[in-house]
């Protein structure tokens, strides 16, 4: 079991100490992570307790201690799951072979780009999240967004550190631009499309813990695999944290069904909007936009970057000892497909190489995944007695990436005409009322114990502690 050197400036795993150039570079680096976070992480918190979980270890139990910090003073350290005994690269051309412990140079820039790409997610979450400390519905909801920044800035650490150790002055490059770029900002932008998009509003924030963040368990789920070994225990251990950012998600949209659930059952047939409740077709719509644009953020359905990330043995599937095949050569995968002529848009499914289809393997062990989420708010709905579902739209619904992007498909998948979509975009995706509305509902609660109206309780506080514990020290 490798210790954590927790009273270094970086707490770490990985020896730092016994690698000082490598120490006084990422020494370097901390102060312009501070001052990032000081612009860019939450905006007007900086200064409160939050009683936060920081990882200490990387012991299956035991791995986090919780208490009130200040969010810069939180121990962002470099924290890698310790090896497998006997590990192999587990698929591609190399399979069997012995795992990389440095960057095989053929594979320098391949792998570069994927670090930076994962990489580059984690602060763009963080500037996407900034203002939403104004208007939590919660102490227990705002106490729960800042783990989630606090933790993605630590994935951040992780990331760099990994640029730093193995790759040289291009590494270090990297990591001052992934401190430069800025989401949303249209000479800079941060590096995947989903990233860019403002999250505005706690529906939008728990929509994004559940669907776009869920992307970010599958990649690192599928880099886990990696046979580039220090990535492969990086992103084990960054799994370990991500779990509950996916929780947030999920009780988050649960809670407001909940809610909503409540309001119909005390007041059938009036509008929840006047009952300060969020209407379950705008939870709809809220699924539709997020949904959609997480889909895109795993690439094109048939690429060839994904085989070149297969075969190179960096990036697996999520699931890859669960298959027979390591090495898919040979293989096919069947991808539906818009139809080439005609143009109108219809699907046919066409067989393509599995290794080119890896995107879409991922994809789907994302989708189902979503799918059991759903499933768990549509018990809600079933229980509260009402006949209303919610449901994930089909694949080629709102994509900007792709082999359905440029097209417009409904949400039930049907190819729809220019003017079909325009005329029923509003029922498909939120529309500036529904944005309006939801707006309207975001007022902070900052007394412990005390929810919002449009939000159900949690079933139960962060840390065994009662729902009414100070998790934010407001004054
Ligand atoms: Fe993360
Ligand atoms: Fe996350």
Same mark, same amino acid.
């Given at each position: 079991?490798?210790n954590v050197d927790?009273?270094a400036r970086?707490?770490?795993n990985?020896?730092?100490d016994?690698?000082?150039?490598l @120490?006084?570079a990422l020494?370097?680096?901390?102060?312009d992570?501070l001052?990032?976070? @000081?612009?860019m992480?939450?905006?007007?918190? @900086?200064?409160?307790?939050? +009683?936060l979980?920081t990882?200490v270890?990387?012991?299956?139990?035991?791995?986090?201690?919780f208490?009130h910090v200040k969010m810069?003073?939180?121990?962002? =350290?470099v924290l890698l799951?310790d090896?497998v005994?006997?590990?192999?690269i587990?698929?591609?051309?190399h399979l069997g072979? $012995?795992?990389?412990q440095?960057?095989?140079?053929e594979?320098r820039?391949l792998?570069?780009?994927l670090?930076?790409t994962q990489?580059?997610?984690e602060?763009?979450?963080?500037?996407?999240?900034?203002?939403l400390g104004?208007?939590a519905?919660?102490l227990?909801?705002?106490?729960?967004?800042?783990?989630v920044n606090?933790e993605?800035?630590?994935h951040?650490?992780a990331m760099?550190?990994l640029l730093?150790r193995?790759?040289g002055?291009?590494g270090?490059e990297?990591?001052e631009?992934?401190?430069a770029?800025?989401?949303g900002d249209p000479?800079?932008?941060?590096?995947?499309g989903?990233f860019?998009? $403002? *999250?505005?509003?706690?529906?939008s924030?728990?929509?994004?813990?559940m669907?776009?963040?869920?992307d970010?368990k599958y @990649?690192?789920l599928a880099?886990?695999?990696?046979g580039?070994?220090?990535l492969?225990?990086t992103c084990?251990?960054?799994?370990?944290?991500e779990?509950?950012?996916m929780?947030?998600?999920?009780t988050?949209?649960?809670?407001?069904?909940?809610r909503?659930a409540?309001l119909?059952q005390?007041?059938?047939?009036?509008d929840v909007?006047?009952r =300060?409740?969020i209407?379950?077709d705008?939870?709809q719509? +809220?699924v539709n936009?997020? +949904?959609?644009?997480?889909?895109d953020?795993?690439?094109?359905?048939?690429?060839t970057?994904a085989s070149?990330?297969?075969?190179s043995g960096?990036?697996?599937?999520?699931?890859e000892?669960?298959?027979?095949?390591?090495?898919a050569l040979?293989?096919?995968y069947?991808?539906r497909r818009?139809t080439a002529?005609g =143009?109108?848009?219809?699907l046919?499914?066409?067989?393509?190489p599995?290794r080119?289809?890896m995107?879409? *393997?991922?994809r789907?062990?994302?989708?189902?995944?979503n799918q059991r989420g759903?499933?768990r708010?549509?018990?809600t709905?079933e229980?509260?007695?009402?006949a209303?579902r919610?449901?994930?739209?089909a694949?080629?619904?709102?994509?900007?990436?792709?082999?359905y992007a440029?097209?417009?498909y409904s949400p039930e998948?049907?190819?729809?005409?220019?003017?079909?979509?325009e005329a029923r975009?509003?029922?498909?995706?939120?529309?500036?009322?529904?944005?309006a509305?939801?707006?309207?509902?975001m007022?902070? *609660?900052h007394e412990?114990?005390?929810?919002?109206?449009?939000?159900?309780p949690?079933s139960r506080?962060?840390?065994?502690k $009662?729902?009414?514990?100070d998790?934010?020290r407001?004054?």
């Open positions: 079991m490798s927790l009273a970086i707490p770490n990985v020896d730092l016994h690698d000082p150039r @120490q006084r020494e370097k680096w901390l102060p992570y001052s990032w976070w @000081q612009a992480g939450p905006q007007g918190w @900086q200064a409160r307790d939050v +009683y979980r990882a270890s990387v012991d299956a139990d035991g791995w986090a201690r208490g810069p003073d939180y121990r962002w =350290g799951a090896p005994p006997a590990r192999t587990g698929f591609g051309d072979r $012995p795992l990389w440095e960057v095989p140079g594979y820039n792998l570069r780009r670090i930076v990489a580059d997610t602060p763009a979450s963080v500037e996407q999240q900034r203002r104004d208007t519905p919660s227990y909801d705002l106490r729960n967004l800042f783990q606090v993605e800035g630590r951040l650490w760099v550190y730093h193995y790759f002055r291009d270090r990297e990591a631009a992934l401190l770029r800025r989401s000479d800079r932008p941060r590096i995947l989903a860019n998009a $403002p *999250v505005e509003d706690w529906l924030y728990f929509m994004f813990t669907f776009t963040d869920r970010g @990649q690192l880099l886990s695999q990696s580039f070994d220090p492969a225990r084990r251990f960054m799994l370990t944290e779990a509950h950012h929780f947030v998600g999920e988050g949209v649960g809670r407001v069904v909940q909503t409540e119909l005390e007041a059938p047939g009036r909007r006047e =300060g409740g209407p379950l705008t939870i719509k +809220y936009s997020w +949904y959609s644009i997480s889909l953020l795993f690439g094109g359905e048939v690429s970057n070149d990330f297969f075969a960096l990036k697996g599937r999520a699931k000892p669960d298959y027979e095949d390591h090495v040979g293989a096919t069947t991808v818009p002529s =143009g109108d848009g219809r046919v499914a066409e067989e393509v599995l080119n289809a995107n879409e *393997v991922l789907d062990e994302y989708v189902e995944d759903v499933d708010w549509n018990r709905l229980r509260a007695g009402l209303f919610l449901r994930l739209p694949r080629p619904f709102h994509r900007a990436i792709g082999i440029g097209r417009h998948g049907e190819p729809v005409d220019e003017a079909a979509w975009r509003d029922e498909w995706l939120p529309s500036a009322s529904d944005r509305h939801v707006a309207d509902l007022r902070a *609660v412990p114990g005390r929810m919002a109206g449009w939000i159900a949690p506080g962060v840390d065994g $009662p729902l009414d514990f998790y934010v407001v004054t």
